[in-house]
């Protein structure tokens, strides 16, 4: 394994930082390490937004409710963008489609490979990072602060800073689960699988919290999974020119 | 800049690749790879597929049209995955919603933070890869062949193999352009660096092709997207019970 996969498999979620800022030639660099990921048909459907502006970050760690938002790291939020297109477009009298889900799917992979690509880059240069995907609770909000123009939307958060913990990982499921090959294996073929995961995450958890905490992935992504959150996102990508019928 | 993000800037999609499999063991570790991204709450909703049969290669590669999706490298196919988050709540006799675009989006930028990271990996092994975003001109085919279940989705393929071809790489926008600070910059402030970003791409499209083709940038983009296409995914996901009222 080389020391690339051992970067990439040392991955974990960091939220708290040094005051130390980035420098813009840190910036440059992950933001160049984003735009050098793959995009669909070249359309680099995507933009990022550093915010520095100590009123905006508190707005929006208002939204996202995680205080690390607000109190340190370089917050960049990636946006699914089909604004710059669609001007274009105008240039030429011509107009786009954006209105089908494949569109937005275009622009939400996009904007993900590179945010990845960035997410790799910050471990890379010994900075943390983690994804902020609660600014989705409330996307018109984020539309104000950032004053996001039609054909946009906010598609998650990134924080990336001078880490000042180590973080912990959490196991994933086992390469037997995750990984099919030529037909898609149904829960019956993999149950056992699972209720073994289950264990070795349930232990985890025990041991990081003295056995006051047991439970299980299974357990825990159905609960989350059970909550109907983020309601207005629908809508809100209608309003933007998504999601058209 | 350090190694890795030197390997990152260097990506070249590749669709060439000799006839040599990739082992068990490179599999594994791209799968490992790409499970060590973060995921949504840790839903981890997606799996990947290997297609390694002939004839369901064959099949694939109808369907993209691209014709090295059959004849070389592995092909990995990433699917948006509630399923087995549905059938684990299905034992705890509850029932998980995963019918809004918000869900959706979780699955689907899960599954594309995993690939970008199995990406980066393929490449820092020597080996490349291309994506596949033409599995989606069928995804009922996909579905077929694949023998998918409700609530997965066939996001976008990808081939990873040993190179037979360099590759070029095509120029960004420029961070100027993609990146904006605290606001989202309107047309009017950045006319000027697409324009000269159009004669940069303009001139790279002449050199390559002798003179033959020097579209823009601009126009190219336009013309990708003035096409309307996989019209049929909205269907499909509404049919796999995404995307309901």
Not at 83 to 91: G, I, V
Not at 111 to 122: D, H, K, R, T, V
Not at 184 to 190: A, I, T
Not at 218 to 230: A, D, F, G, I, N
Request: proline fraction near 2%; hydrophobic fraction near 35%.
């Amino acid at each position: 394994m080389n020391e690339v996969i051992k970067l990439i498999n040392n991955h974990r979620s960091l939220r708290k930082f040094s005051e130390e800022k980035l420098s813009q030639e840190e910036i440059e660099n992950l933001v160049g390490a984003a735009q050098s990921a793959s995009t669909s048909s070249y359309v680099q459907a995507y933009s990022i937004i550093g915010v520095t502006d100590e009123e905006k970050k508190k707005q929006l760690r208002e939204i996202s409710t995680q205080s690390y938002v607000e109190h340190n790291g370089h917050l960049f939020v990636f946006v699914v963008d089909f604004y710059r297109n669609n001007e274009l477009a105008k240039k030429f009298d011509q107009s786009i489609s954006y209105d089908k889900t494949e569109n937005l799917i275009v622009g939400v992979v996009d904007a993900s490979l590179a945010a990845q690509n960035m997410a790799i880059a910050a471990e890379s240069m010994g900075l943390g990072m983690c994804y902020i995907g609660s600014l989705r609770n409330d996307v018109n909000k984020v539309k104000e602060i950032l004053d996001l123009p039609e054909a946009t939307f906010p598609l998650f958060g990134m924080v990336v800073g001078h880490p000042t913990t180590k973080g912990s990982q959490k196991e994933r499921l086992p390469f037997k689960e995750i990984y099919h090959e030529n037909t898609y294996q149904r829960m019956e073929q993999v149950e056992s699988i699972i209720e073994e995961y289950d264990q070795s995450v349930s232990e985890y958890y025990k041991e990081r919290t003295n056995g006051q905490r047991d439970d299980k992935w299974s357990e825990q992504v159905v609960k989350t999974l059970m909550k109907k959150q983020r309601l207005d996102v629908d809508s809100f990508l209608k309003s933007q020119g998504f999601l058209g019928q």
